[in-house]
């Protein structure tokens, strides 16, 4: 089975393909000094609550934002798992797309694990936004290549700058609103309400404009953790993709394997 491994800001995923399916899926807070022997400990634990073992896993593909945290991982696959693993964008995985924009090397690699998942399933012009540490906006054309695209803090980040730069506001749970009121009546539901429309509206604001500047009917795919919650409160995404950063990892591994 294949391991796929996406190493992010905030947290590291791992998931088990069994064919095509991910058969489970595992995160851990992402720490780059987190040894290959540290990750084993776990992995072993969730492997065998899944009825399996070490063994079960013959191929590994990585991909990080995180360049620390790579020697680890990579330790990880050689020395538990038996085997070199692949990095996305990297020989066998290569990205295979043509990034057209300034400075190539500098777009992270989730991003074009997005894009490569998103193309493969839609085949047209695309805006993925990616729910992250950050919130991303990637653009691809119907042919596949990256075009560039948007960074924005993202929601927590947003709300951490609120409440710590700030000496009387409270720490307050980001939710969904009860409902569509955007006056609020006391200190914590007027914080909530705009960090959250405020964000809702962000989110439109840029699509809009976005697909302006495409000029060509347009996808908007969603992605991330948070995807869901603002879902509920606009109509701006024509599908949600929960997995897609771990399918960009297993298309690249099949597009690798196949071609050899």
């Known amino acids: 089975m294949l391991l796929a491994i996406?190493?992010?800001?905030?947290?590291?995923?791992?998931?088990?393909?069994?064919?095509?399916?991910?058969?489970?899926?595992?995160?851990?807070?992402?720490?780059?000094?987190?040894?290959?022997?540290?990750?084993?400990v776990w992995l072993r634990q969730l492997?065998?609550?899944?009825?399996?073992?070490?063994g079960s896993v013959d191929a590994v593909i990585i991909g990080t934002v995180v360049p620390r945290a790579l020697h680890n991982l990579t330790v990880l696959s050689e020395k538990y798992f038996d085997v070199t693993p692949m990095i996305?964008?990297?020989?066998a995985a290569e990205w295979g797309i043509a990034l057209d924009v300034e400075q190539p090397d500098s777009v992270g690699a989730d991003r074009v694990l997005n894009v490569i998942a998103a193309h493969h399933k839609y085949k047209q012009d695309i805006v993925i936004i990616d729910f992250g540490t950050a919130t991303t906006f990637d653009v691809a054309d119907y042919e596949g290549a990256y075009k560039g695209g948007i960074i924005a803090p993202g929601i927590n980040l947003s709300l951490d700058a609120l409440v710590g730069?700030?000496?009387?506001?409270?720490?307050i749970a980001l939710e969904s609103p009860e409902d569509d009121n955007v006056i609020g009546t006391t200190t914590e539901s007027q914080m909530l309400i705009g960090i959250f429309w405020g964000y809702v509206a962000m989110i439109e604001g840029l699509v809009e404009r976005t697909k302006a500047q495409i000029g060509r009917p347009t996808k908007i795919i969603a992605t991330g953790g948070l995807a869901i919650l603002f879902d509920e409160h606009t109509d701006v995404?024509?599908?949600l993709e929960a997995d897609l950063t771990l399918q960009g990892l297993h298309f690249l591994y099949q597009r690798a394997t196949h071609a050899s």
């Open 165 to 171: 730069k700030t000496a009387q506001l409270p720490r």
């Open 237 to 239: 995404f024509d599908h």
């Open 47 to 54: 492997l065998q609550l899944e009825g399996l073992e070490l």
């Open 88 to 91: 996305a964008g990297r020989g």
């Open 6 to 40: 996406d190493a992010g800001n905030t947290n590291v995923v791992f998931a088990l393909f069994d064919g095509d399916d991910i058969r489970a899926r595992w995160r851990i807070a992402t720490d780059a000094r987190r040894t290959a022997d540290e990750y084993v």
